[in-house]
């Protein structure tokens, strides 16, 4: 009946995009943005439906122009590209619908671009207005009056997506997080009830991810994995069954609250469904900046240090992953080397720090514009919207550029890296609770395998990195590992994070150039 397009706009070069290490191994994104394929699966069978990923590949205008429909999603850090294209479909006439995390918070920012605006989840309000499009009589605005079931959601159209050019997978659990950190948007659109989908619906996703989209490695979106931790549980039982089933094809990425470490079953259970890597909000080593922003789950137990909680996750062999800020208001001049610390103590390797930034809707965004603390400006030369209460403007532009560049000299990310894999002896083999049973022949393949992949991403580096001290601290880091831990799987994940640490390096070095743009990591 309707001929749609779907569009994602690319992303601005980020710490998460590795953009600078995905070239290296031939990949041209990291993972494709879940929203689109799920879109695809809740449009009825009579509608036909193309996805141009702007991250992968051009957007294909001439196309856009032919369809029925063009529907557009993005994020905040999204939004300037998102202008460009809906500009471009204006001028060609095109009948725009307009949804995602960006337009939901900002209902006005796009002012008449779209035809169509959808405000946070759309499960029932897709199939509606595609419905009352047909009809003739579609809204211009829609919003749904309750949340999604998530036991009605489908199975996402993985093929439709160049599935080829993405480095991993994309899953989803749950949607929510009941906690209320003051500038979270998770609780603005998703609400405080985490709901979760049923155990058959997240091995149909298992398979469709492992049989479609053919991915050894996938993120799993929850913005709070263990949000509802007796649900997960049951869930991570059943995924554990089906990787012993399946030879253990999937390796996990996941995020969730800080008081994971608290829960022996349940890091018992996200180590043997092969969880190898949990993003944890961190924040901050200032515990009056936890207490004014909500953070409370980061101060439970306080009989252990939040470094301390972070090694009882890494003792089962899970990857810490950081989110820190800077920013709060009760930080001050100490913050920067607070912060530095806590994250070597930690033994974080990836440490994404940002500056605080207001979200419009959130509780942070609403309080500081009540204090007129919030600067307007759609780009900020301070790289965030926040006017901070303690320190100066400049004073917190610089700090923040002082803590990335110390926390990624090769000296202080490779020595966070041997704390934690050459002496704290995390490794990412996936043979921790013999999920492979393929005998010694296979077993030495899979090892070779490794090695070739690992020994493949550092010549890749050697031939292309510039700057010769970098390149000696790879060999050294390389020649370390095989001295002290000579084990395939680790000299591959040691391979793999020198490619991040290359992406880290430039992206810093290009934002402190004289002409370089500030890129908050928040």
């Not at 390149?471 to 590992?481: E, G, P």
Request: proline content about 4%.
């Amino acid at each position: 009946m309707a001929d749609i397009v779907f569009i994602t706009p690319k992303f601005e070069t980020s710490y998460w995009g590795m953009e600078h290490a995905l070239e290296l191994v031939g990949f041209r994104a990291n993972m494709p943005v879940a929203a689109l394929p799920l879109l695809a699966a809740l449009t009825p069978a009579e509608h036909t439906v193309t996805i141009f990923d702007e991250n992968v590949e051009e957007i294909d205008f001439e196309r856009c122009a032919q369809a029925d429909i063009v529907g557009l999603t993005g994020m905040t850090v999204q939004r300037f590209r998102m202008t460009e294209i809906l500009e471009e479909l204006k001028r060609r006439g095109c009948f725009v619908a307009l949804g995602g995390p960006w337009v939901s918070v900002k209902e006005d920012y796009f002012g008449d671009l779209a035809d169509v605006v959808f405000i946070g989840e759309a499960e029932t309000t897709w199939p509606q207005f595609l419905e009352e499009w047909r009809k003739g009589a579609h809204a211009r605005r829609y919003e749904q009056a309750e949340r999604t079931d998530m036991s009605t959601v489908p199975v996402p159209r993985h093929e439709l997506l160049k599935l080829k050019h993405y480095a991993l997978g994309t899953i989803q659990f749950s949607r929510g997080c009941p906690f209320m950190c003051e500038f979270c948007d998770i609780i603005v659109t998703f609400g405080r009830r985490p709901r979760i989908k049923t155990v058959s619906q997240i091995i149909a996703e298992l398979d469709a991810l492992h049989r479609v989209a053919r991915k050894n490695m996938a993120f799993i979106v929850d913005d709070n994995l263990i949000g509802n931790k007796k649900a997960v549980k049951e869930i991570l039982r059943a995924i554990i069954t089906w990787q012993r089933a399946n030879n253990y094809p999937l390796t996990f990425i996941t995020e969730a609250s800080l008081d994971l470490a608290d829960d022996e079953e349940l890091l018992e259970l996200m180590d043997r469904a092969n969880i190898r890597s949990v993003f944890v909000g961190v924040e901050t080593p200032n515990e009056e900046a936890l207490k004014e922003t909500k953070k409370t789950q980061n101060l439970r137990n306080s009989n252990r240090t939040i470094s301390e909680k972070i090694h009882a996750i890494q003792a089962h062999g899970i990857e810490v992953f950081g989110g820190m800020m800077l920013g709060f208001d009760s930080d001050d001049e100490t913050i920067f080397d607070r912060q530095l610390k806590m994250v070597e103590d930690a033994r974080i390797v990836h440490s994404s720090v940002g500056m605080v930034t207001a979200i419009p809707k959130t509780p942070l965004y609403e309080r500081l514009e009540r204090e007129n603390r919030l600067d307007h400006a759609d780009r900020t030369e301070h790289g965030t919207n926040v006017i901070p209460l303690k320190l100066g403007r400049e004073a917190l532009r610089d700090g923040y550029l002082r803590v990335l560049s110390a926390l990624y000299s090769p000296a202080s990310f490779f020595k966070r890296l041997d704390a934690l894999y050459l002496e704290g002896g995390l490794g990412h083999s996936r043979l921790r609770h013999g999920g492979h049973d393929d005998g010694p022949l296979r077993e030495s393949l899979r090892k070779l395998g490794a090695f070739a992949g690992g020994a493949f991403v550092f010549t890749m580096l050697q031939m292309r990195v510039q700057d010769p001290e970098l390149r000696r601290a790879y060999r050294q880091a390389a020649a370390r590992v095989l001295r002290r831990r000579p084990d395939p799987f680790v000299l591959q994940a040691y391979a793999l994070k020198m490619a991040a640490h290359y992406h880290y390096d430039t992206l810093i070095s290009r934002m402190k150039s004289s002409d370089g743009h500030l890129i908050n990591m928040f």
